[in-house]
């Protein structure tokens, strides 16, 4: 009589052939998988753009910050925005620091994790780094950047110029790890222009290894108020061209 044993297991051949059809699959599935990820994070970057340009007029039209007290509405920073930073104030109509506790925005406008901004005043989202810009006065015809100080707000010993800061800010996204995160980068101002680029050049964007400056999509570098250089070749990295977001 012939017994069968009924705790037979698979053999060699048939263990190498699911391997083999596992590693198949995780082959194709992988690539989109990931592809999947950074158009994800691509995406959300523009809607956290597009936000921050919601926001940026709405404190601007209410006029929460108006360091020179002349009644004109000033743009904010992320922290500022998020209400974990004072916002800056009006002394004998200079800008100055505002009160720990007293002068913070309430309600906030921008969710409470932008008020989180790193050693290099970035605050980060969904694989990418954000950094606003803010408007320094204007000297030899032109507008240099202030970026957010570490830890969120202003640095006191450079306040963004209150005129200025009524017209002009802008903020810059890139991956916090290019082609890991996203490849891509993005920049809007003021204006709400939303520009894109696709971040390809010998030396992208790419964590805090190479951040955009502030003048990296303007006309003029070193300056805010010269325009926005669309269509052509930055005059900052000579390599990227920024587009608008479609």
């Given at each position: ?76 920073y ?23 506790g ?76 290019h ?48 325009g ?8 900052v ?10």
């Amino acid at each position: 009589m012939i017994r069968r044993n009924s705790k037979a297991g698979f053999t060699l051949i048939e263990l190498m052939i699911v391997v083999a059809i596992i590693a198949i699959i995780a082959s194709i599935a992988i690539p989109k998988l990931m592809s999947a990820r950074l158009s994800a994070n691509e995406a959300a970057a523009i809607s956290t753009l597009r936000s921050i340009s919601s926001a940026q007029a709405q404190v601007q039209s209410s006029g929460a910050v108006d360091t020179d007290g002349d009644g004109g509405g000033e743009y904010a920073y992320f922290a500022e925005l998020a209400g974990a930073f004072p916002m800056r104030v009006s002394a004998a109509g200079a800008p100055a620091a505002g009160a720990a506790g007293t002068d913070l925005l309430n309600p906030a406008i921008l969710a409470s994790a932008f008020g989180t901004v790193d050693a290099n005043g970035y605050i980060q989202r969904s694989g990418y780094y954000f950094r606003m810009f803010l408007p320094a006065a204007t000297a030899a015809g032109a507008v240099a950047g202030i970026g957010e100080n570490a830890g969120g707000g202003a640095n006191p010993a450079s306040f963004p110029d209150p005129n200025n800061g009524e017209i002009l800010w802008c903020c810059y996204a890139w991956p916090v790890d290019h082609n890991g995160t996203g490849n891509r980068s993005f920049f809007i101002n003021q204006e709400g222009d939303l520009l894109q680029c696709q971040n390809r050049s010998a030396t992208p964007f790419d964590g805090t290894t190479l951040a955009p400056t502030y003048d990296e999509c303007y006309l003029t570098a070193s300056d805010m108020s010269s325009g926005l250089n669309v269509g052509a070749a930055s005059v900052v990295t000579l390599a990227n061209v920024w587009v608008p977001v479609q």
